[in-house]
């Protein structure tokens, strides 16, 4: 509401030099929420008191339900292989894995703020769990720093913002993966493509948030998937934003189809529960995972 009003009585160029100060403002407001707790999946999470996580159970009750369900039988296939979380927050997706899957657990997230959170809840998670601060990305250093908005850190880079160092994938991560889940907020193309060796030797299942704004994002998710295809992955799986089936296929022109769908509706402006997809892709030797989670999507 504050923004709104300063836009109406400030030039569009004096707007533009307080904006850092308004971010700075914002992100130190943020910083400054009280610990409450919530039950999830039969962890008590220690979060932020105004996360949106107890709203968005209560609104979207099968959201991010397919992490745990990839996982229930992905682990029973490979167990004792590692789960990777990268973009864990304050560990509501760890709670979910934990609740379908005793596998061992490497938790990543790049935000001290989310990360005090983050070692604390997975204290008390059952499974062995590791959790690493880090950026991930392709190992090249970065300019620019994380906004706080939500029950979220998205990183904004940035010319004049601090010089960052980041890790790839393949760089944090155990011998034996079978299973590696990517939400950070629209780097999650850049992230997998930068360990695509690594996932072509590992193989493990990887379910990422695609998050197309433009058509930059369509050309990088599209590149994204021909790469994975070429590794092997040729089994799909594609939910909505509030968690809901939307296709099973070994078609890649068909997830390139979703994925355009996607940018059209948020161009738009219209996206509502489409503002993002949740997508699977699974090696081929894994056909009766992917089989496994249809099924379960198909008759739950």
């Known amino acids: ?38 039950e999830f999946h039969g962890i008590r999470l220690g979060l932020p008191d105004r996360h949106p996580l107890p709203g968005l159970v209560a609104a979207q009750p099968y959201r991010d339900l397919c992490i745990g369900i990839v996982a229930k039988f992905i682990s029973a296939k490979y167990p004792g292989k590692a789960i990777i979380d990268i973009g864990a927050n304050v560990g509501d997706t760890a709670a979910i894995l934990a609740a379908h899957s005793r596998n061992p657990l490497v938790l990543i997230e790049g935000s001290d703020f989310f990360f005090d959170y983050l070692s604390e809840n997975a204290k008390r998670l059952p499974n062995p769990s590791v959790v690493r601060k880090v950026l ?15 029950g979220t850190a998205e990183f904004k880079e940035s010319a004049t913002g601090p010089r960052l160092e980041t890790v790839r994938l393949s760089d944090v991560t155990p011998d034996e993966v079978c299973f ?30 695609s998050q197309i704004r433009n058509a930059e994002d369509l050309t990088a998710a599209d590149a994204l998937m021909e790469s994975l295809h070429g590794a092997g992955y040729k089994h799909f799986i594609i939910w909505d934003a509030a968690g809901y089936h939307l296709l099973s296929t070994s078609e890649l022109s068909a997830v390139a189809g979703l994925h355009r769908y996607l940018m059209k509706v948020v161009t738009a402006g219209v996206a509502g529960n489409v503002s993002n997809l949740d997508v699977a892709c699974f090696h081929e030797r894994d056909l009766d995972v992917f089989e496994q989670t249809t099924e379960w999507y198909r008759s739950y």
């Open 180 to 209: 590696v889940k990517s939400d950070t907020d629209g780097h999650d193309f850049k992230i997998l493509g930068a360990s695509m060796d690594w996932l072509a030797s590992q193989k493990p299942v990887v379910l990422f948030e």
């Open 1 to 38: 509401m504050l923004k709104k009003l300063l836009k109406r009585v400030i030039p569009p160029s004096a707007l533009k030099r307080f904006s850092p100060l308004w971010e700075n403002y914002k992100n130190d407001r943020f910083k400054k929420q009280k610990t409450g707790y919530f």
């Open 136 to 150: 991930i990305s392709d190992g090249s250093p970065i300019s620019g720093e994380l906004q706080h908005w939500g």
